[in-house]
């Protein structure tokens, strides 16, 4: 599982984050977004997660994020929206020197990590925030 943020909800109140609507679940936290977030999404989020990073030939980023990462005083990073969580394990994995901080309007985080079996490494974190970019 990601370790939690003092934000994120412990597994007794995460019902408060999710509705029904024709059989999928939906996060409560914002009906204007619209995809689910039960685990056939996250399969699919999962995948194509992978399907980019294939199509990048492995990378998750373009840019001069390896050297940001690596030599730069500040080594965090924020992944707003991260779904599944795999993209941030995936940064964390590959920076252990960098702090992650996974963010999403859904608690999906620790299901969809116990589902697939990742082993996020200890500087990588998620947290339930509602974003408002009004």
């Not at 039960?38 to 997660?49: A, G, M, N, Q, T």
């Not at 373009?62 to 992944?79: C, H, I, K, N, S």
């Not at 985080?109 to 947290?127: D, E, I, K």
Request: hydrophobic share 35%; net charge negative; proline share 10%.
């Amino acid at each position: 599982m990601l370790p939690q943020s003092p934000n994120h909800p412990q597994s007794d109140d995460t019902a408060q984050f999710f509705y029904t609507l024709h059989g999928r679940t939906l996060p409560a936290l914002n009906t204007t977004y619209l995809l689910p977030v039960d685990p056939d999404e996250v399969k699919r989020s999962d995948i194509h997660h992978r399907l980019i990073q294939f199509l990048f030939r492995g990378k998750n980023y373009v840019g001069p994020v390896r050297e940001a990462l690596q030599f730069g005083q500040q080594r965090r990073v924020l992944d707003l929206g991260t779904g599944s969580g795999a993209w941030a394990i995936d940064i964390a994995d590959e920076f252990p020197r960098a702090e992650v901080l996974a963010v999403d309007l859904a608690p999906i985080q620790p299901r969809s990590v116990s589902l697939y079996s990742f082993h996020p490494p200890p500087q990588c974190s998620a947290t339930v925030e509602q974003p408002n970019f009004h």
